[in-house]
């Protein structure tokens, strides 16, 4: 499995321990997605020479179609799901698995081994955009202990009329795809976790109504949280314009 990994400028020199976001790339993208699309080098080496956030590691893992999270596997024919859409759906049955655990149980600990991170729950954050930005409420939501805060960035949502991948999510299983649906998720997270969580999506996006929705079971919940609605659509165009103020949020608890 592959890391991509973002060092800042004149790392080690200072003897000092590095805070760490975990950035989760979208569906049909790859680890490199971050920079290669979004610029994330450039951005911060900009912020952090500007002292506008102090010096981080980037941590870009492979996910593949995965969603990041641990998957149903129910078992069964998806050959007609994979016909509906082959361009989209290639390598989807190769690209999935125990992701949630690799992320939480190999990922995390050899970057905390191999590289001078803080290893404090404030020092660790998640982010993510569309499939990574649902893996990353998933995996922030259901182990609120291992991370100070979450970005959720125009985030993949499935609901009634519009099913995410059953190999993944369950084949009509609600308790499975409650166990992984971060709006199901959200509605059992605690306030006292204490958990910065920045959401967006752009008004354009076809997710905008169920990123709403996540919103509004974060608010039943009175789970403080920061929520953005504006304008831009489901591209690397909106993302990039926002770029810095997600980092901007990651840095704003070290």
């Known amino acids: 499995m592959r890391l991509h990994i973002y060092l800042p400028p004149h790392y080690g020199e200072f003897g000092m321990r590095y805070p760490v976001v975990y950035l989760l790339h979208p569906w049909g993208q790859n680890e490199r997605y971050w920079t290669e699309h979004l610029r994330l080098h450039e951005v911060a080496d900009r912020l952090i020479r500007a002292g506008a956030v102090p010096p981080f590691i980037a941590v870009m893992p492979q996910g593949d ?3 990041f999270i641990n998957a149903a596997d129910p078992g069964g024919d998806y050959s007609p799901i994979l016909r509906l859409d082959p361009d989209f759906f290639q390598g989807a049955l190769e690209g999935y698995g125990d992701y949630g ?9 050899a970057v905390e081994r191999l590289y001078r991170t803080r290893t404090d729950r404030a020092g660790r954050v998640i982010g993510g955009i ?3 930005g649902a893996g990353s409420a998933a995996l922030a939501f259901t182990h609120p ?7 959720i960035h125009s985030p ?5 009329g519009q099913l995410g991948p059953p190999w993944i999510f369950g084949l009509g299983d609600e308790e499975a795809f409650a166990r992984r649906d971060p709006i199901h998720l959200a509605r059992a997270l605690s306030p006292a976790a204490r958990l910065r969580i920045y959401l967006d999506c752009g008004q354009e996006d076809d997710m ?3 990123t709403a ?3 509004y079971a974060l608010v039943e919940r009175n789970v403080e949280h920061i929520y953005a609605s504006r304008p831009g659509g489901h591209n690397g165009k909106y993302w990039r314009e926002h770029l810095a103020e997600y980092l901007g949020f990651y840095a704003a608890g070290w």
């Open 156 to 160: 993949a949502l499935f609901g009634d």
């Open 130 to 132: 569309s499939m990574g």
């Open 208 to 210: 905008s109504d169920l």
């Open 101 to 109: 655990d690799y992320i939480l149980e190999d990922v995390i600990p």
């Open 213 to 215: 929705e996540l919103h």
């Open 145 to 151: 202990e291992a991370f100070g805060a979450v970005g």
């Open 65 to 67: 179609k995965s969603f």
